[in-house]
């Protein structure tokens, strides 16, 4: 038995903003190693915002389709 579409839907972008945290998380620890503090976060902020809405579009988009799809039998 398979899962249910929107199980499927919640888990893969559940993946995605973890990932997103994580990357954040790496640019964070670095800067933090170097005792650069935050200030070195503001220039791939552009980059976190873009992925961010770019995960967001995606998963409104999939939902709304899931929505207007018809239901199998």
Do not use: D, N
């Not at 899962?3 to 499927?8: A, F, I, M, R």
């Amino acid at each position: 038995m398979s899962k249910p579409e929107s199980t499927k839907i919640v888990t893969r972008y559940a993946k995605a903003y973890l990932s997103l945290v994580a990357v954040i998380g790496f640019f964070l620890g670095i800067s933090l190693a170097k005792g650069a503090g935050l200030k070195p976060l503001l220039i791939p902020l552009p980059l976190f915002i873009i992925l961010f809405v770019g995960i967001t579009y995606q998963l409104i988009k999939e939902i709304r389709a899931l929505r207007h799809k018809p239901p199998e039998e």
